[in-house]
């Protein structure tokens, strides 16, 4: 009796398992052409900000590579971001490079200088690597006013560039350079996000997350600790660094002054509030990161960073595991109550 229990009882199972890997398609799917309708459905201005959310979705998620699934801290990844930026700012109005290319050359090169600062950060642990970092972040910003290096970095100016137009018609329609912009972005953020998935799943993340849970037992399954650490600061400065070169197209300017120390902090942020070792936490965490200072200022003109603290606060109170945590928590909270609900098998 119990072998011919045994279908009937494992098949409702099954098949809830593969309803929930069917609404995550589905939710995936739709959200997918949500976002490439939402150019077309919104004012320009709007775009504009939505590419900024994508840009620091692809910084956060870098960070996150780093801070939440390697466990290594960093203050200072604004200095990559700022690093990106001047590539492409340099290449597209020094050179004449192709805008699209710039973006792979920005993250070739971020790849590079975060390995190289990986290496002689291997000896550092905690708030030790966390001071490190921080002091990257406060001398890029210098370093980049310095006069010997104003023919290439335009000095306290900075570099203008001018916004890439559309190459193309959409259905005989002509693309705005804003929503061409965001198209862009959103592909190259679909294709970062695709393989930071892969990447996280293989054998590179699970060494990753294996050292961030235990450094000696990590060592202890012979997994090269120092190059997967190094790697992780490469792949995480890449990252930040094709954030860096879409965020200066975007916004058609660089300047020393946008990549002070806040915008380290201010990537920190996004990684707690949207959820630690998550890759939809990226999204949920710029989102937060740009729209609500904006709604702080407009509840409160006299103390917008007031309310912005506020607003930090009550996140970290009500979603301590950030928001992708809250987010997961109730699903599950809902799977849990519509099992419970449900008849019982004849």
Known sequence: MSEALTPALARPAGERAWSAARVRTVALALLVVAALVLPFV?????????????VYAI?????????????QISLGHGAFYAIGAYAAAILIEKFGVP???????????????GF????????????????????????????????????????????????????????????????????????VTML??????????????????????????????????????????????MYTG???????IAVQFVAPDSFTLWLSIVLVVG????????????VFGALFVQFIPNVADQISKAAPWAIYGLFLIGFMYLMPAGINGAVRLGWARFRQRRRRGAPASP
Request: charged residues 10%; hydrophobic residues 55%; glycine residues 12%.
């Open 59 to 71: 910084a956060l998620l870098g960070l996150n590579i780093l801070t939440g699934y390697n466990g």
């Open 42 to 54: 919104v004012s320009n201005y709007r775009s504009f900000q939505f590419t900024l959310v994508l």
């Open 116 to 187: 190289l600062f990986g290496l002689p950060a291997l000896r550092l642990e905690g708030l030790y690597l966390a001071l490190a970092t921080f002091a990257l972040g406060v001398s890029i910003p210098q370093l980049l006013k310095y006069k010997a290096l104003e023919p290439w970095t335009g000095g306290v100016q900075g570099v203008v560039i001018v916004k890439p137009e559309a190459p193309f018609t959409l259905f005989g329609m002509k693309l705005s350079a804003d929503q061409w912009l965001y198209l862009f972005t959103l592909a």
């Open 99 to 113: 805008y699209w290319l710039t973006v792979l050359l920005a993250g070739a090169l971020c790849l590079g200088v």
């Open 242 to 248: 094709v954030a860096g070169a879409l965020g200066a």
């Open 271 to 282: 990684i707690v509030v949207g959820g630690l070792a998550s890759i939809p936490g990226a």
């Open 192 to 237: 970062m996000f695709w393989l930071a998935w892969n990447l996280l799943r293989g054998r590179v993340g699970l060494a990753w997350v294996a050292i961030r849970d235990s450094h000696v037992a990590a060592t202890a399954m012979g997994i090269d600790t120092a190059w997967y650490k190094s790697l992780a600061f490469g792949v995480s400065a």
